[in-house]
Nanobody
Framework: QVQLVESGGGLVQAGGSLRLSCAAS????????MGWYRRAPGKQRELVAT???????DYADSVKGRFTISRDNAKNTAYLQMNSLKPEDTAVYYC???????????????WGQGTQVAVSS
């Protein structure tokens, strides 16, 4: 079994910054892609950013130039540095990871429980 635990959310004023962390633990052989998604009130979950094991990144147009995704493979942890936050960034942010099990060696996608980010104007 694998667990993803997000942290770092909170309330911040527009223009401020937050750094989210996503730590994976459990029966992990390796982690392939990792990503951050978000769900704003009344909206569907949307992709924010992804990163491959090798460090190739991709971003939603709405966050390009403001958010930076990174990862530490040795710590099985991904990060999302969020700068110049806007009220429209308010959402629950979820971490996703494709994990190869150390028991079965199959890859399965896992989700964290989410962390709330609120940006006031």
């Amino acid at each position: 079994q694998v667990q993803l635990v997000e942290s770092g959310g909170g309330l911040v004023q527009a223009g401020g910054s937050l750094r989210l962390s996503c730590a994976a633990s459990g029966s992990i052989f390796s982690i392939n892609g990792m990503g951050w998604y978000r769900r704003a009130p009344g909206k569907q979950r949307e992709l924010v950013a992804t990163i491959t094991r090798g460090g190739v990144t991709d971003y939603a147009d709405s966050v390009k130039g403001r958010f930076t995704i990174s990862r530490d493979n040795a710590k099985n942890t991904a990060y999302l540095q969020m700068n110049s936050l806007k009220p429209e960034d308010t959402a629950v942010y979820y971490c996703n990871a494709e994990v190869r099990s150390s028991i079965t060696y199959y890859s399965v996608g896992y989700w964290g429980q989410g962390t709330q980010v609120a940006v006031s104007s």
